[in-house]
């Protein structure tokens, strides 16, 4: 898989409003495009990694299993704030906050918080 983990934490603190915003992110939303294979492995409290794919030259943004596999790709309506928190350094997790089927809600939240 390419892409990146967002780096060793911390991230910058400097001046634009995204680094402010970024330690205090949090947003809970649904997989989209979700792989049902790694689906079915997942429970109520699992930890999913998030990672920034840049194939092709479009930026998406993946929560993806301890085995590098995708469970889906995080949509949601901060995701350039996401994203470059991601670029900035910023580690971020997807805690599974349930799966049913083919849904999977998860929060995503720095992971240094947990």
Do not use: K, W
Not at 49 to 66: F, K, R
Request: charged fraction near 20%.
């Amino acid at each position: 898989m390419s892409g990146t983990g967002g780096g060793n934490g911390g991230g910058s603190g400097g001046g634009g409003g995204a680094h402010r915003e970024c330690p205090d992110f949090f947003e809970e939303t649904v997989l989209n495009s979700p792989n049902h294979i790694v689906l079915a492995n997942l429970e109520e409290g699992d930890l999913l990694s998030v990672y920034l794919n840049d194939e092709g030259g479009h930026s998406t943004v993946l929560a993806v299993d301890g085995d590098g596999n995708s469970a889906g790709s995080i949509t949601i309506g901060s995701l350039a704030q996401l994203i470059e928190c991601l670029e900035d350094g910023y580690d971020y997790v997807a805690v599974v906050v349930s799966v049913d089927g083919g849904h999977c809600r998860v929060q995503i939240r720095l992971e240094s918080d947990l």
